[in-house]
């Protein structure tokens, strides 16, 4: 059994991931750390866990204790954690924030003024999609954001063909737990519900971690990724569309994306239009495509918090420790 720690237990991904590894036949949780709760059963916060766990909250760090550790800090703590804490070496670590994502060293100068290169490039970029290799000899591994995810599986096989050539526009809509549980005033439900909104159009913080994915598939990027989120008034799921400009015919673009991903665990590509409903509750990514004229519409979409978050965690788990990549990860889509 692989022995787990859970860091920041308390939040949304914490609930996910602690109902995920539950089910898991090679899991077993033996800390979930949050100070706010310790003490506290972890069913009374995550209560669609009652009658799953008698696991209590604690605020102790027992990390020898323990295989991997699965940091759900907020953005920004996950690296000043590690620097305050001595973990061992033998302990793996697979963070669900963004703060080991993207591995310029243009970014390692510009956040930290080159220190700590050492901490940051011992990460690698979680994408099972794009670096299942590397993945499954890893001690340390930076899980994809859920925009970053739903795009990233929507261009990789366009990249690999080498057709992002011209400026690509994106858009995609993401549910309300996207924004994590702490509630603010785009989550409340009386403003989210029959509601639609932009955010940070252009500058979305998963940008960074697109374009490098992009670049390492294709061998360069040097066009722009014209990316607008929308707040969506649905709790789960992402719904991505985007547009590529090519002469290629569509036929053949259709038979490259099913080569990509023949031998991918949860990325499927369809011959049919998707809905969102096909993926909430799963670890799946469906991707579909279709020309109009010049221009290539690709549609992807994704439970952001389990491909896009939990569950990519999950299966990144499973290939650092050998496993069936699916272990614990065959659920059932929500589709009606």
Same mark, same amino acid.
């Given at each position: 059994?692989?022995?787990?720690?859970?860091?920041?237990?308390?939040?949304?991904?914490?609930?996910?991931?602690?109902?995920?590894?539950?089910?898991?036949?090679?899991?077993?949780?033996?800390?979930?750390?949050?100070?706010?709760?310790?003490?506290?059963?972890?069913?009374?916060?995550?209560?669609?866990?009652?009658?799953?766990?008698?696991?209590?909250?604690?605020?102790?760090?027992?990390?020898?204790?323990?295989?991997?550790?699965?940091?759900?800090?907020?953005?920004?703590?996950?690296?000043? !954690?590690?620097?305050?804490?001595?973990?061992?070496?033998?302990?793996?670590?697979?963070?669900?924030?963004?703060?080991?994502?993207?591995?310029?060293?243009?970014?390692?100068?510009?956040?930290?003024?080159?220190?700590?290169?050492?901490?940051?490039?011992?990460?690698?970029?979680?994408?099972?999609?794009?670096?299942?290799?590397?993945?499954?000899?890893?001690?340390?591994?930076?899980?994809?954001?859920? !925009?970053?995810?739903?795009?990233?599986?929507?261009?990789?096989?366009?990249?690999?063909?080498?057709?992002?050539?011209?400026?690509?526009?994106?858009?995609?809509?993401?549910?309300?737990?996207?924004?994590?549980?702490?509630?603010?005033?785009?989550?409340?439900?009386?403003?989210?519900?029959?509601?639609?909104?932009?955010?940070?159009?252009?500058?979305?913080?998963?940008?960074?971690?697109?374009?490098?994915?992009? $670049?390492? $598939?294709?061998?360069?990027?040097? @066009?722009?990724?014209?990316?607008?989120?929308?707040?969506?008034?649905? $709790?789960?799921?992402?719904?991505?569309?985007?547009?590529?400009?090519?002469?290629?015919?569509?036929?053949?673009?259709?038979?490259?994306?099913?080569?990509?991903?023949?031998?991918?665990?949860?990325?499927?590509?369809?011959?049919?239009?998707?809905?969102?409903?096909?993926?909430?509750?799963?670890?799946?990514?469906?991707?579909?495509?279709?020309?109009?004229?010049?221009?290539?519409?690709?549609?992807?979409?994704?439970?952001?918090?389990?491909?896009?978050?939990?569950?990519? $965690? @999950?299966?990144?788990?499973?290939?650092?420790?050998?496993?069936?990549?699916?272990?614990?990860?065959?659920?059932?889509?929500?589709?009606?």
């Amino acid at each position: 059994m692989i022995k787990i720690g859970i860091l920041g237990a308390a939040g949304y991904t914490g609930g996910e991931l602690i109902r995920l590894l539950l089910g898991h036949p090679e899991a077993e949780i033996v800390f979930a750390n949050s100070e706010s709760n310790a003490g506290n059963l972890v069913s009374d916060v995550h209560e669609g866990l009652t009658g799953d766990t008698d696991l209590r909250f604690t605020d102790q760090l027992p990390f020898e204790q323990a295989d991997v550790l699965f940091f759900c800090f907020g953005h920004g703590k996950s690296e000043a !954690f590690l620097k305050e804490h001595a973990i061992p070496e033998q302990v793996k670590i697979i963070d669900l924030a963004q703060d080991f994502r993207v591995r310029s060293e243009e970014f390692f100068a510009e956040q930290s003024g080159g220190a700590e290169r050492g901490v940051r490039s011992s990460f690698v970029y979680g994408l099972p999609e794009l670096n299942k290799a590397d993945i499954i000899n890893a001690q340390h591994v930076a899980n994809p954001g859920c !925009f970053a995810t739903a795009i990233q599986l929507a261009l990789l096989p366009a990249a690999h063909m080498n057709l992002l050539r011209y400026d690509v526009s994106v858009n995609a809509i993401t549910g309300s737990t996207g924004a994590g549980q702490k509630p603010g005033a785009t989550t409340h439900f009386s403003w989210r519900a029959d509601n639609m909104s932009i955010y940070k159009p252009f500058e979305h913080q998963h940008i960074a971690e697109i374009r490098q994915s992009l $670049a390492q $598939a294709q061998g360069y990027l040097d @066009v722009d990724i014209d990316f607008i989120p929308y707040r969506g008034p649905f $709790a789960r799921g992402i719904f991505c569309t985007a547009v590529v400009p090519t002469m290629v015919p569509e036929q053949d673009i259709i038979e490259a994306y099913k080569d990509y991903y023949a031998q991918a665990a949860f990325t499927h590509y369809s011959d049919r239009p998707l809905d969102l409903k096909q993926v909430v509750n799963t670890n799946k990514a469906l991707v579909h495509c279709e020309k109009h004229g010049r221009k290539l519409l690709i549609t992807s979409c994704i439970d952001n918090l389990l491909k896009g978050a939990v569950g990519q $965690a @999950v299966q990144n788990m499973n290939l650092m420790f050998g496993l069936d990549e699916t272990a614990g990860l065959r659920l059932k889509a929500s589709a009606f």
